[in-house]
């Protein structure tokens, strides 16, 4: 039996909370947050010992860098090396926001930030709570989503609380996060930008200032170490719906999986979430790790997930099935086909 746990402080997202949640910060302490991505989980990004807290915390390996977080963009340009115009004109645009910037990095940000990286990511995020919290800590912070290392990540703080409630020091109730997606992450460092990772702020949007963003996979696994191909699991072995899959592989019955729908239900599953039946692709990834959350613990043998329109934030939506998939499948009337 486990008796004497420490489990999190639940924090109100109000003036109170969000103070207490700031001074944990400053002395170390490790503090999930809602941003409005996912939650975050902080430290003092200024603080070796604190960061390396939330590797331990997170199971995360170390050559995982983590984004720090600034309440402005003069907060960034003081983490950066350097400010080039067009780092100027993203921060102008699309701050706050989810859209994560890497440049090179100054000294003052400890290595076990970017995984020994020259490179820092940061971002300003819009969510109310998450600017009060870094303005009253006075540093910026760094931090990943609060989720254990390659699972789902936390949309809302109950999530957190599942996950990791028992290894950090608090959790800010802030209820559901409005995007529900990442961040997207392109790297300033080389010529041309680089997409490293497709989220909240759309391709097409970035596009229009930076038309030679280059978005094919990064060479070498070092360019953006977070992108792995296996990640965001959940534990139920998930499989993209794929069409003209040759037949064969293993079948299980439909009434024993459950199905991820973007717009309307399918018969004869366990379970169906419906991302959204407006087929808006902005409602879906808002929807999307809360609905493989209540699939994942309905205890089903599998999850099939129907692939949305790989557009706006459909690109992020499908990034992050494919890595949460351990295969392909098809169906026929009764039952799920599936290729590992
Ligand atoms: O929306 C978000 O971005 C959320 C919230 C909490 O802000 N954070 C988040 O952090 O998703 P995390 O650690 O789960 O993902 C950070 C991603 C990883 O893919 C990591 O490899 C990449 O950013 N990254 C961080 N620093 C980098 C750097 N210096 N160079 C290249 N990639 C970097
Ligand atoms: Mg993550």
Avoid at 5 to 12: D, N, S
Avoid at 17 to 43: D, N, S, W
Avoid at 287 to 297: G, K, N, P
Wanted: glycine residues 8%; hydrophobic residues 45%.
């Amino acid at each position: 039996m486990r008796y004497d746990l420490p489990v999190a402080q639940l924090l109100l997202p109000d003036a109170d909370g969000i103070t207490q949640a700031a001074a944990l910060l400053r002395a170390g302490g490790l503090v999930a947050f809602p941003t409005e991505t996912v939650y975050g989980l902080g430290a003092n990004a200024f603080s070796a010992l604190a960061v390396a807290r939330i590797f331990a915390a997170k199971g995360r390996p170390y050559f995982d860098p983590l984004i720090v977080h600034v309440a402005d963009p003069g907060e960034a340009a003081r983490l950066w090396a350097d400010v080039p115009p067009l780092a100027k004109k993203l921060m102008e645009k699309f701050w706050p926001g989810p859209l994560t910037l890497v440049l090179p990095k100054r000294e003052i940000i400890p290595d076990i930030v970017t995984a020994g990286l020259p490179t820092v990511a940061v971002r300003m995020p819009s969510h109310p709570v998450a600017l009060e919290l870094i303005r009253l800590s006075k540093v910026p912070i760094a931090a990943p989503s609060a989720n254990r290392f390659g699972r789902l990540s936390p949309t809302h703080h109950e999530a957190v609380l599942e996950q990791l409630g028992e290894a950090i020091d608090a959790v800010i109730a802030g209820g559901p996060t409005p995007v529900g997606i990442e961040s997207t992450v392109i790297s300033l460092a080389e010529d041309p930008p680089r997409l490293l990772r497709p989220g909240g702020t759309p391709i097409e949007a970035l596009r229009e200032f930076i038309p030679h963003l280059r978005i094919e996979p990064p060479c070498g696994p070092s360019a953006s170490p977070g992108t792995m191909p296996r990640h965001y699991r959940p534990s139920t072995p998930l499989f993209l719906l794929a069409s003209g899959l040759p037949t064969g592989g293993e079948a299980l019955p439909r009434a024993k999986c459950g199905f991820l729908a973007f717009q309307k239900a399918w018969d004869g599953f366990a379970q169906v979430e419906v991302l959204s039946e407006r087929g808006d692709l902005v409602e879906a990834a808002s929807s999307l790790f809360a609905a493989l959350r209540r699939l994942d613990r309905a205890g089903l043998r599998a999850i099939v997930a129907e692939p949305v329109p790989e557009e706006g934030l459909g690109l992020a939506i499908m990034d992050r099935l494919r890595r949460a998939s351990s295969g392909q499948a098809r169906l026929d009337e009764t039952h799920v086909w599936v290729v590992r």
